[in-house]
């Protein structure tokens, strides 16, 4: 089956530091979506993003299907950015493959 | 336009009880998916229903746990005689369509004591 690897595993910014976090994916994805885990658990849906680019505030993300990967940029970072980000591929088919994430911490 | 919404957010159960768990999918989405997520690790697929139907249940384990989703009502993923391992949260997403973009719920945190 399709693989999913995220990087960094864990990351430590100072507040108002950016970031880049990558998910490379092993196939062809036809659903990419990016999700942040805030630290009580709750799944919050970020971007619908299985190629191009999108922004939405201090977060963008770019997918670039055709070398399989995807990033996620956070710019200005703030301390309710912490939490576990995860990068999720469907392939023809309805099962999202989620990868391990990248635990981010920004310190105040 | 409420999203998925899942009861209860949080449940403790004593082992050997059985855990109920429901999701309530976005208003015209007929296809909902749960997926379980263990202590510091993604989430895996386990089952995926369309009204009245299990379409897919490759990801539940063979024994103890039952999902169903009813031409009324929420769908239900139901454990029985849990143990401290089925300790989890456990995510309900629905789509419109089968290959469509899903939209998660918030999801059920189920501690086993």
């Known amino acids: 089956g399709i693989q999913v690897e995220q990087s960094p595993p864990d990351l430590i910014l100072q507040e108002g530091a950016n970031s880049t976090l990558r998910c490379n994916f092993s196939?062809?994805?036809?659903?990419l979506q990016w999700f942040h885990q805030n630290p009580w658990g709750q799944l919050i849906n970020l971007f619908y993003?299985?190629?191009g680019t999108k922004q939405n505030g201090r977060l963008s993300a770019t997918t670039v299907a055709t070398e399989r990967y995807s990033l996620l940029y956070i710019s200005s970072s703030q301390t309710t950015d912490s939490g576990v980000y995860f990068c999720?591929?469907?392939?023809?088919?309805?099962?999202?493959?989620f990868g391990t994430g990248t635990r981010l911490k920004v310190l105040a | 336009n409420a999203g998925v919404m899942q009861n209860p957010r949080h449940l403790v159960r004593r082992r050997g009880q059985e855990a109920r768990l429901r999701c309530s999918p976005m208003?015209?989405?007929?296809?909902v998916y749960w997926y379980r997520q263990l202590p510091e690790e993604g989430l895996k697929f386990m089952v995926y229903?369309?009204?009245?139907?299990?379409?897919?249940e490759s990801g539940m384990p063979k024994e103890r746990f039952s999902a169903e989703f009813p031409k009324e009502g929420p769908s239900i993923l139901r454990i029985q005689q849990v143990v401290r391992g089925d300790s989890a949260a456990y995510f309900c997403?629905?789509?419109?369509?089968?290959?469509?973009?899903?939209?998660f719920g918030q999801g059920t945190r189920l501690t086993v004591v």
């Open positions: 196939d062809s994805v036809n659903n």
């Open positions: 993003i299985p190629s």
């Open positions: 229903l369309q009204k009245e139907n299990i379409i897919d």
């Open positions: 208003k015209g989405h007929s296809h």
């Open positions: 997403a629905s789509s419109r369509a089968e290959q469509g973009l899903a939209f």
């Open positions: 999720a591929v469907a392939s023809g088919t309805y099962k999202y493959i």
